[in-house]
């Protein structure tokens, strides 16, 4: 009965709008009440939160997107089918309008109702997390957002906009004022100037003019549902692999589980076009997919996911802990994992802050790609993300030079990588060499090389520089309450041995940290910010998924 206007993505109709047989309605039966619904009845809007589930056992519904012209039609729900999409699960505010459009009984289901249904009946979780996960990409491919982004190719804040909703795979229409002449009457109709591009329409209704990350993830309602007042039993700082592990983990061991993000989950990986040697994945998957599947999973078993704050603080004296957001708020925790990996290095280059977004890139995603197709670029890095991002670059771009200051790269980059650059002709390395200087005049025209072995400067019309070149860790908020190593990893377990007694605060247990733990008793850090782990996607995933049965036996201590 589902009808659906335009083809679907991976051609998905059925899967993305099962029917349930009678025997999986009836196990849906008891965790709900029976509603009676006529025409023309309005079950949920847009920005709605706590909405219910239906499942139609008779008349229809049909779902819209009411946009500035109206409403545009998504798909129409007969008997048996059901309603929801990924923010049914994520607890997160609606998207759609649903609206009956034929007498008939739904069966309406409390989201409390539908999370507990999904944890427990394996059957009827597979199918809804498929039909879920299905709608959104559908809602993404075609642009069926509340949110209106209107900005410029060449503005560093579109693009930080743009990544951030791709990012939170959050669906939304782009509107390039470069190019889309009709524009300017939607600036008119809400008075935004040129100079505040660029400009978020939410919900047709709130206009926001170059907003922040965390303007822009409230004005979204990505953190609407939280409480910040509870004491949640672990709280995690950080959605990179580390952390999204430990939170499925913890929230489906029933642990109460608060992730807070600085941006959006994913992490460093999350900027990977592909990871290549994750285990499971013999094809690879890109680091976006990776999150996508890893958040769903986590907001599935129940963990809560607050986007777009920073936690700037701990409160480490007493306990429950503290951790000290952006805007002021205090969220305590009994347990804490520290999952905030690293942060891109910078070279020391003039200019470089200045084209930030504007041809100087740090991650090489199919927003970036699209920016430089058919031209030259470069690579700055020797390591693996820098192969990664070259041989996915050579795709679109025209040219892609690789600049590396070593003589070679066998020390640095998987072999695999090695062998897939020497065989592009359209990716040229250049070893012992270094950009000296950037140039243009609002985005990145020019740049200079030096090529050390000669001690030759050229200059060459590029405008798009992708800089990979390592990360470091950023715990300088951590400083008094953790024991760091000296480049500022977090030291956990034996590592503290030696030091334990000079921590910053006294180890107050008479038996020794455990592994992964840091020199608090119930804090722990994973992934890429731990002293002496191997950065890679599986350690960090294997960390996280560990420091849960960890946190169990800190729990228990309290
Ligand atoms: C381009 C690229 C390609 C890569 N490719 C591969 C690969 O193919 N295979 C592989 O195994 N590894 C790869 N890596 C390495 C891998 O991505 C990292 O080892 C992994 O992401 C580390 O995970 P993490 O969870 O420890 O930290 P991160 O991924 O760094 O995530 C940390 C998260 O914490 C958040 N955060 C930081 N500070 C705060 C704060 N104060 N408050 C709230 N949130 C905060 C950040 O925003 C971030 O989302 C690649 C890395 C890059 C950059």
Known sequence: MSTWPAPSVLDARTQAFPVLTTAQIDRIRPGGKLRKVEPGEILFQPDDTGVPFFVVLSGSLEIVQPDLQGERPIVTHGPGEFTGEISMISDQRCLVRGRVTE?????????????????????????????????????????????????????????????????????????????????????????????????????????????????????????????????????????????????????????????IEANSPGGQAGSSSKIENYLGFPTGISGQELSSRSIAQAQKFGAKMMIGHSVLRLGCTHQPYEVVLDNDSVIAGRSIIISTGAQYNKPKIENLKKFEGQGIYYGATYIEAQLCQDEDVIVVGGGNSAGQAAVYLAQTARKVHILVRSRALSETMSRYLIQRITENPGIELHFETEIVALAGDSHLERVTWLDRATGEESVHDIGHVFVMAGASPRTDWLRGCLALDQQGFILTGRDLDPILDSAPMKWPLSRPPQMLETSLPGVFAVGDIRSGNVKRVASAVGEGSISIHLVHRALAEL
Do not use: W
């Not at 008939?104 to 427990?120: H, M, N, P, T, W």
């Not at 002449?181 to 935004?192: A, P």
């Open 103 to 259: 007498a008939g009984e739904f069966i309406e289901v409390s989201g409390d109702g539908l999370r507990s249904l999904v944890a427990r009946d394996a059957e009827l979780s597979e199918i809804f997390m498929r039909a879920f996960i299905l709608r959104r990409l559908a809602l993404i491919s075609q642009g069926f957002g509340n949110v209106v982004l209107l900005g410029s190719r060449h503005s560093a804040n579109t693009l930080r906009l743009r990544e951030f909703l791709s990012r939170n795979a959050y669906p939304y229409v782009y509107i390039d004022l470069d190019t889309d002449k009709t524009s300017q009457e939607l600036l008119d109709r809400f008075e935004v100037k040129m100079s505040e591009i660029p400009v978020v329409v939410c919900n047709s209704r709130t206009v926001l003019r170059n907003p922040t990350t965390q303007q822009l993830a409230d004005c979204l309602g990505l953190n609407a549902s939280i409480d910040q007042s509870q004491v949640r039993d672990v709280i995690i700082v950080g959605a990179g692999p580390s952390g999204l592990a430990a939170a499925v983990y913890a929230a489906s061991e029933g642990l109460d589980a608060l992730v």
